[in-house]
């Protein structure tokens, strides 16, 4: 790769923050570093320089550059297509990246193509200009992506498992169609939990109990017994309403004859599991998926080259309210066993589903 043309690039989009000639020749030769080229009637218009970390699934944009004699020829989202691929290539399934809040035709670009802002370090450029920290999930093109069950996205923020038994319900049942009120309807039958701030979300008892009333065949895998998510409140009185509902909901699932298996599911019985036409709500650590160390439930409904497929109800929503697009992704097996647990107990829960003799 030419490092001259490189650097020369380098000087004519950037005024200051550019990369040594040091430094670029260090990350062309690195390891955990990979440079991307387009070339326009075989001149140099664009690089993108990628990093990776060492145990990590999330890469950095850490350098886009375009050449002005290549302007308005798209130059910038291929490079940013291609990075992407690249990303995917060695396992990564986040690409981050900062900008200069001042860039607007970047910051259009990466809006463009998907990336959400998820944070500010302000002053962060030698002109001290703020940077804006953008984030994308990675989705490779899976079959069974563009063959997903229906997607209904949580309208609070605590309704997750409620979204997930709705897309459930429309997997097992395709003329299924609730409405607006639905999704409270069946947090109003599935929960116990208490939040400190307001309404609370719901057990694995809670979930099965509804499911099954709702004429399909689930089963609890879940590391212990319970109860569960106690030390999400503060309160006494609030812990104690919980063991007590909890208790009463296990008592409903017992008389209902839903299997509850105190041992989660492994990869391979998950696997097994999906290739014999189930789905599973899945408990998954929330920090990874929303940001906040809360317990979060994901509807997963396949895999496919080693890749969980799932859907995440807490989708991206307009000033209305509705879901921008679905949250619908595939996570490498390992990455999607190391997020589905929460707490300091580890706990691990899954909800597998198959349809019921009605569907």
């Not at 291609?82 to 910051?107: F, H, I, K, S, W």
């Not at 997607?151 to 609070?156: D, G, P």
């Not at 014999?276 to 906040?292: F, H, K, P």
Request: charged fraction near 25%; hydrophobic fraction near 45%.
């Amino acid at each position: 790769m030419d490092l001259e043309a490189l650097l020369g690039l380098e000087h004519e989009a950037f005024s200051s923050d550019r990369i040594s000639r040091r430094a670029m020749r260090r990350l062309l030769d690195a390891a955990n570093a990979t440079v991307l080229v387009a070339e326009v009637d075989d001149k140099l218009a664009g690089y993108a320089l990628v990093l990776f970390r060492r145990g990590s699934t999330t890469a950095r944009l850490y350098s886009i550059a375009v050449a002005r004699h290549a302007a308005g020829r798209r130059v910038g989202a291929t490079l940013l297509a291609a990075v992407e691929q690249a990303a995917m290539a060695r396992g990564a399934t986040r690409l981050r990246l900062e900008v200069n809040a001042a860039n607007d035709p970047a910051v259009r670009l990466y809006r463009k193509a998907g990336y959400r802002l998820f944070g500010r370090h302000a002053q962060y450029y030698e002109d001290k200009g703020d940077a804006l920290r953008f984030e994308k999930r990675l989705v490779p093109d899976l079959r069974g992506l563009r063959d997903a069950p229906p997607y209904f996205h949580q309208t609070t923020d605590f309704t997750c498992g409620p979204a997930c038994m709705m897309m459930a319900l429309a997997w097992a049942d395709p003329s299924f169609r609730p409405g607006p009120a639905y999704e409270l309807k069946l947090w109003r039958e599935a929960t116990t939990i208490f939040m400190t701030t307001g309404p609370g979300g719901c057990d694995p008892y809670g979930l099965a109990v509804t499911l099954k009333r709702h004429g399909l065949e689930p089963q609890i895998h879940a590391s212990h017994g319970g109860p569960y998510f106690l030390d999400t409140v503060r309160s006494e009185d609030k812990r104690r309403v919980m063991r007590l509902a909890q208790d009463e909901l296990r008592r409903d699932a017992e008389a209902l004859n839903i299997p509850i298996h105190l041992a989660p599911l492994d990869e391979s019985a998950l696997m097994e599991a999906f290739d014999t036409d189930a789905v599973a709500i899945v408990l998954v650590s929330g920090y990874g998926m929303v940001r906040r160390n809360v317990p979060h439930w994901v509807f997963a409904f396949g895999c496919e080259r080693r890749y969980v497929l799932l859907h995440d109800p807490a989708a991206a929503t307009d000033a209305h309210g509705h879901a921008t697009a679905a949250e619908t992704y595939a996570l490498p097996l390992g990455e999607f066993s190391h997020f589905a647990r929460f707490g300091r107990d580890d706990l691990r829960v899954s909800i597998l589903i198959r349809k019921g003799f009605s569907q």
